[in-house]
Nanobody, 123 residues
Framework: QVQLVNSGGGLVQAGGSLRLSCAAS????????MGWFRQAPGKEREFVSA????????QYADSVKGRFTISRDNAKNTVYLQMNSLKPEDTAVYYC????????????????WGQGTQVTVSS
C-alpha cells in the first residue's frame, strides 16, 4: 500500500513557474514508477509526465515537453514536477500516481493516487 500526498499548487501568472511535490509513504518507493496527470475543468484527466523507479527514464506529454521536468528523490520518497513557462491552458488539478513496473502514459495502470493539487495560471 502506498499513500501519496500532493503539494505545491497555487496561482501564478503566465510565464511563471511552480514546483509540485508528491510525498509517498512506505519503504519501497524506488520500486514504483511515478506519474503526473492533470484534469482541467470540463475535461478528462490526461497524462503529463512519468518517471521510472530509479529515475533514469522519463516521459512527457507533447504539450509540456521542454517546459516541465519530472524528478524524484528516493531518499525522501518524493517526486517533483518543475513547471516553467506556464500557460493558462496548464490550469488544472494535478495528481501524482504510483504503479509498479515501468512508467506508463495510461492512467488505468496506476494503482495509487494522490489527492490532487490545484494549479491556476492567469493570463
Amino acid at each position: 500500500q502506498v499513500q501519496l500526498v500532493n503539494s505545491g499548487g497555487g496561482l501564478v501568472q503566465a510565464g511563471g513557474s511552480l514546483r509540485l511535490s508528491c510525498a509517498a509513504s512506505g519503504r519501497t518507493f524506488s520500486m514504483y514508477a511515478m506519474g503526473w496527470f492533470r484534469q482541467a475543468p470540463g475535461k478528462e484527466r490526461e497524462f503529463v509526465s512519468a518517471i521510472s523507479g530509479g529515475g533514469s527514464v522519463t516521459q512527457y506529454a507533447d504539450s509540456v515537453k521542454g517546459r516541465f521536468t519530472i524528478s524524484r528523490d528516493n531518499a525522501k520518497n518524493t517526486v517533483y514536477l518543475q513547471m516553467n513557462s506556464l500557460k493558462p491552458e496548464d490550469t488544472a488539478v494535478y495528481y501524482c500516481a504510483a504503479k509498479t513496473g515501468t512508467p506508463s502514459y495510461t492512467q488505468l495502470r496506476y494503482a495509487y493516487w494522490g489527492q490532487g493539487t490545484q494549479v491556476t495560471v492567469s493570463s
